[in-house]
T-cell receptor, first 116, second 113 residues
Framework: AQKVTQAQTEISVVEKEDVTLDCVYE???????LFWYKQPPSGELVFLIR??????QNEISGRYSWNFQKSTSSFNFTITASQVVDSAVYFC?????????????FGQGTRLTINP | DAGVTQSPTHLIKTRGQQVTLRCSPK?????VSWYQQALGQGPQFIFQ???????QRGNFPDRFSGHQFPNYSSELNVNALLLGDSALYLC????????????FGSGTRLTVV
């Protein structure tokens, strides 16, 4: 069975600090996809990144970066120079890499609060 | 370009009643998935519709049923509502050939009293 664990329930930092959100996953699949979503107070889940299990290269997008380590089954997300607008709940998710859309298995989420 | 549209945004029902939630997928998307998100929890997969058929189902009782129409829009029906069904119900659509990410709607907040 697939499982995603986000051990940090809540994180609070001061603006401009760097913050890392942890994600650990479990799966017996050899190929899979990992995702990060942001959920602002409005409720919709905003897609941030999808990573294929074969691609362990780290990725940077502006202030966001992702560290995928297959050896430790982790897919951590770092926000550099955090801003108040980054405040939201962040979810890590996992899906099988099969043909056709597959269900997403989500972690419990991490509530990130950036204080001015 | 409209994203995923869900209606209604909020709903209050009495225990034992039935409810229907609606979802219009993003233009060009043909697969619709439904998720239940209890307060403080991550979304849980309910089921997925593709070509008007249920293709995958999560661990939810038969009280939860759905439908997909020829225009790809979808409905989620819940019968015999329980207090524990109170949650945010999220609809997500994905384009062919699928698995390139999902676009989520803002959800329907269902409160059962």
């Amino acid at each position: 069975a697939q499982k995603v664990t986000q051990a940090q329930t809540e994180i609070s930092v001061v603006e401009k600090e760097d913050v890392t959100l942890d994600c650990v996953y479990e799966t017996r699949d050899t190929t899979y996809y990992l995702f990060w979503y942001k959920q602002p107070p409005s409720g919709e889940l905003v897609f941030l990144i999808r990573r294929n299990s074969f691609d362990e290269q780290n990725e940077i997008s502006g202030r966001y970066s992702w560290n995928f380590q297959k050896s430790t089954s982790s897919f951590n997300f770092t926000i550099t120079a955090s801003q108040v607008v980054d405040s939201a709940v962040y979810f890590c998710a996992l899906s099988e890499a099969l043909k056709g859309a597959q269900k997403l298995v989500f972690g419990q989420g991490t509530r990130l609060t950036i204080n001015p | 370009d409209a994203g995923v549209t869900q209606s209604p945004t909020h709903l209050i029902k009495t225990r034992g009643q039935q409810v229907t939630l609606r979802c219009s997928p993003k233009s060009g998307h043909d697969t619709v998935s439904w998720y239940q998100q209890a307060l403080g929890q991550g979304p849980q997969f309910i089921f997925q519709y593709y070509e008007e058929e249920e293709r995958q189902r999560g661990n939810f009782p038969d009280r939860f049923s759905g439908h997909q129409f020829p225009n790809y829009s979808s409905e989620l029906n819940v019968n015999a509502l329980l207090l524990g069904d109170s949650a945010l119900y999220l609809c997500a659509s994905s384009p062919p050939p699928q698995n390139y990410g999902y676009t989520f709607g803002s959800g329907t907040r269902l409160t059962v009293v």
